[in-house]
């Protein structure tokens, strides 16, 4: 069983940034395909970036593109997100996942390709 913990949001002002970090315990987290999840209130949760299980391929939701920066640290069990230029629209609540997917250069996007998620950290944007 893996754990999942999230730490690192808070509120910014409009184009400010933050880093987030998930930090994984209780598994191989080499072995694992990463993601990060973002919900809103009154919204449905939705992909925000990926990361392959080799760390080689990345994949972002469009609106993110350019501003927001996934990355892995194999030795520390942490999976990271440089979010920068940040907007009134990026706040949510984001969400870790990891997947025990087999494929080694997979971005996965779907949470049913997740099989682990962390409790979620709050990201406020201020305008």
């Known amino acids: 069983q893996v754990q999942l913990v999230e730490s690192g949001g808070g509120s910014v002002q409009a184009g400010g940034s933050l880093r987030l970090s998930c930090a994984a315990s209780?598994?191989?987290?080499?072995?694992?395909?990463l993601g990060w999840f973002r919900q809103a209130p009154g919204k449905q949760r939705e992909f925000v970036a990926g990361?392959?299980?080799?760390?080689?391929?990345?994949g972002y939701l469009d609106s993110v593109e350019g501003r927001f920066t996934i990355s892995r640290d194999n030795a520390k069990n942490t999976v990271y997100i440089q979010m920068n230029s940040l907007k009134p629209e990026d706040t949510a609540v984001y969400y870790c996942a990891a997947g025990a997917l087999r494929y080694d250069d997979f971005v996965a996007r779907k949470s049913q390709d997740f099989d682990y998620w962390g409790q979620g950290t709050l990201v406020t944007v201020s305008s």
């Open positions: 209780g598994g191989t987290f080499n072995m694992y395909t």
């Open positions: 990361l392959s299980r080799s760390g080689g391929y990345a």
